[in-house]
């Protein structure tokens, strides 16, 4: 079991946070954005930041070459909906992917939107880290919580609506 802070303040145990997520024991901050087949993306439930989302497999595994086939084709179009969607409905022109098997929880990508607050913090992968810390500490007041909420509402609009549909 490991012991999770949420960006809203809770502790939660669990024994796996993405299955926990994709089985609906935890209401991510905004509720779910998206579903497809394999994969369930919802806001990051630890840092506040608008539009950083989480793509998580629904099936308990850690590595990418645990996918199957069918999975890793569901996967990669999900990822470019989401990421168009983050462009068509909060402007976000730069993401940051961050992918770690060195983890407690199972498969889940970051999709880190990149604003330009950040870039006092550093750039590129270094300042992935302070960024976050910067967020969960001076961006957890309930205002800024209603933004993050509303990003995912922007998100899960586009993405209901067929906006976000990938070419080919
Ligand atoms: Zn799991």
Redesign the pocket.
Known sequence: MIEVTLADGRRITVE?L??ALVEGLIEPTGGVVYESPHFHVHQDVAYPVPGLVIVAARR?YKALDEMTEEESRDFISTVRLVRQAQREALGVEVVCYFYNEDTT??FHLWMVPRYSWMYELGRSVQSLRPVLLHAREHMSDPKSVDEVRRATERLRTRLATGGGRVAG
Do not use: W
Request: with cysteine.
């Open positions: 796996c993405n299955c308990h929880h199972h």
